[in-house]
């Protein structure tokens, strides 16, 4: 079955970037009826949608506004995983951060989730 | 942006009782971007039913969903002991592509 395999650090400082991959085993990053999504869960934002990647003859991505212009979302073909990177963060970035796998309208696959602080 | 908003906060009930939760959306919702999510303490959220009402594999079927428009219900028909977790739904939409309701809690009375 499909599994996503989080990895990344739980500290980061303010302003830097904070970096979390996601491996996906049982489906290709590049398959063409899915998408890769980021997730974070705080307390005062509750579940919010980051981003997302995905294929379909080119690579699209998709931002939320709320990150826009701070997120990337890369795919690695070669490692079948996918990463998230946000910049400039802040400690209003403290969360815990879910990779999913989109098929039609939700999100039927998740990873585990990654505890990021932001805090000096 | 369409905004969800689930009632009650907290629904405090015992094993084999019935529980109703609502969604209800800021503007009309297409059935088939409707979704329902359950979250146990510790883990991520386990998708239970898409477009409104279609339970996703594995699924007990105590677990129903039903709704259109702009108001949508979740019904688990006789809790059993692992139902006592948080259930959030969740829409797909153009900006932002996903918004999630702000949850229901299931708790023990």
């Known amino acids: 079955q499909v599994q996503l395999q989080q990895s990344g650090p739980g500290l980061v400082k303010p302003s830097q970037t904070l970096s979390v991959t996601c491996a996906i085993s049982?489906?290709?990053?590049?398959?063409?009826?899915?998408?890769w999504n980021w997730i974070r869960q705080s307390p005062s934002r509750g579940l919010e949608w980051l981003g997302r990647?995905?294929?379909?003859?080119?690579?699209?991505?998709d931002y939320a506004e709320s990150v826009k212009g701070r997120i990337t979302i890369n795919p690695d073909t070669s490692k079948n995983h996918f990463s998230l990177q946000l910049n400039s963060v802040t400690p209003e970035d403290t969360a815990v951060y879910y990779c999913?796998?989109?098929?039609?309208?939700?999100?039927?696959?998740w990873g585990k989730g990654t505890t990021v602080t932001v805090s000096s | 942006e369409i905004v969800l908003t689930q009632s009650p906060g907290t629904l405090s009930l015992s094993p084999g009782q019935r529980a109703t939760l609502s969604c209800r959306a800021s503007q009309s919702v297409s059935s088939s971007y409707l979704a329902w999510y359950q979250q146990k303490p510790g883990q991520a959220p386990r998708l239970l039913i898409y477009?409104?009402?279609s339970r996703a594999p594995g699924i007990p079927d105590r677990f129903s969903g039903s709704g259109s428009g702009t108001d949508f219900t979740l019904t688990i028909s006789r809790l059993e002991p692992e139902d006592f977790a948080v259930y959030y739904c969740?829409?797909?939409?153009?900006?932002?592509?996903?918004?999630f309701g702000p949850g229901t809690k299931v708790d023990l009375k």
């Open positions: 969740q829409q797909y939409g153009s900006s932002p592509r996903f918004t």
């Open positions: 999913a796998r989109q098929t039609s309208a939700n999100m039927d696959v």
């Open positions: 477009g409104a009402s």
């Open positions: 049982g489906d290709s990053v590049s398959s063409t009826s899915a998408a």
């Open positions: 990647t995905y294929y379909r003859s080119k690579w699209y991505n």
